[in-house]
Nanobody, 127 residues
Framework: QVHPVESGGGLVQAGGSLRLSCAASGRTFSSYAMGWFRQAPGKEREFVAVINWSGGSTFYAASVKGRFTISRDIAQNTVFLQMNSLKTEDTAVYSC????????????????????WGQGTQVTVSS
């Protein structure tokens, strides 16, 4: 397995919660920062959150800060996105991706800084 695999998406009412998972294999991902991005219908893909390779540092888009939490289980090679207080505008396909640079010292949010992408998981928030 080269590309990460997302899961956990679904339909939820506004104000509800979902937890997304991004499963990645072994050394291919364990020493790299991992990011979450999303793409809503008719819109460009946008950055959501990133966590560094050790799990000790995170960064969020302003639109989700305080509502979403990114974390990772290094032993299981899995990255999570806990999404609380969901809004209808959070509806999108959520994808995870790997930072291109081995153990990069800073967190990055531009798509060009990421290489291996998952297929994505649909999140739909109803009013």
């Amino acid at each position: 397995q080269v590309h990460p695999v997302e899961s956990g998406g679904g339909l939820v009412q506004a104000g509800g919660s979902l937890r997304l998972s991004c499963a990645a294999s072994g050394r291919t991902f364990s020493s790299y920062a991992m990011g979450w991005f999303r793409q809503a219908p008719g819109k460009e893909r946008e950055f959501v959150a990133v966590i560094n390779w050790s799990g000790g540092s995170t960064f969020y888009a302003a639109s989700v800060k305080g509502r979403f939490t990114i974390s990772r289980d290094i032993a299981q090679n899995t990255v999570f996105l806990q999404m609380n207080s969901l809004k209808t505008e959070d509806t999108a396909v959520y994808s995870c991706a790997r930072d291109r640079v081995f153990r990069r010292s800073v967190l990055v949010e531009t798509q060009e800084d990421y290489d291996y992408w998952g297929q994505g998981t649909q999140v739909t928030v109803s009013s």
